[in-house]
Nanobody, 115 residues
Framework: QVQLVESGGGSVQAGGSLSLSCAASGIIFRFSTMAWYRQAPGKQRDLVAGISSGGSTNYADAAKGRFTISRDNAKNTMYLQMNSLQPEDTAVYYC?????????WGQGTLVTVSS
């Protein structure tokens, strides 16, 4: 069983930055595609950014140019650096691991951006 634990959420003013981390248990991390999703109140959960086992990345349009996803396979950890945050970025951010066979989610971490 894989466990994903997010950290780094919090409150920040518009224009500020936050860095999220997702620590994974288990050896399948380095072979898995990882991603960050977010869910704002009353809205569906949407992809923010993804990173393959080989390090290829993709971003939602809203994240391009402001957010950077990365991973450290030696630490079983994924990161999301978020810059130039705006109130519309307010959401619960979830870590996702997809091994191609199974999919796992973290419990989420809240990011609140005030204007």
């Amino acid at each position: 069983q894989v466990q994903l634990v997010e950290s780094g959420g919090g409150s920040v003013q518009a224009g500020g930055s936050l860095s999220l981390s997702c620590a994974a248990s288990g050896i399948i991390f380095r072979f898995s595609t990882m991603a960050w999703y977010r869910q704002a109140p009353g809205k569906q959960r949407d992809l923010v950014a993804g990173i393959s086992s080989g390090g290829s990345t993709n971003y939602a349009d809203a994240a391009k140019g402001r957010f950077t996803i990365s991973r450290d396979n030696a630490k079983n950890t994924m990161y999301l650096q978020m810059n130039s945050l705006q109130p519309e970025d307010t959401a619960v951010y979830y870590c996702n691991l997809n091994s191609g066979i199974s999919e796992f989610w973290g419990q989420g971490t809240l990011v609140t951006v005030s204007s």
